[in-house]
């Protein structure tokens, strides 16, 4: 058996992981992986500060390409 986190846990995951830049990019990425009722789940302003700062504190912009 296989353990799936709730959807606020793998939100949590993301905005840690440093892949999502914003909350919409958190939600957008839950809804990726086949996450259902993402808004209430990620619902209420406590939790999208949360989210948004451990987005803003986590970020790592993808290296830049050169061109050829």
């Known amino acids: 058996m ?4 709730t959807t606020l846990e793998r939100a949590y995951q993301l905005a840690q992981s440093g892949a ?3 909350v919409g990019d958190v939600k957008q990425a839950l ?4 996450y259902e009722r993402i808004q209430d789940a990620l619902y209420g302003s406590t939790i999208t500060s ?6 803003q504190e ?8 050169a061109e050829l």
């Open 2 to 5: 296989t353990f799936r986190p």
């Open 50 to 55: 949360a989210l948004r700062k451990l987005c």
């Open 31 to 34: 809804k990726t992986e086949g």
């Open 20 to 22: 999502c830049r914003t």
């Open 58 to 65: 986590n970020w790592i912009s993808p290296p830049e390409t």
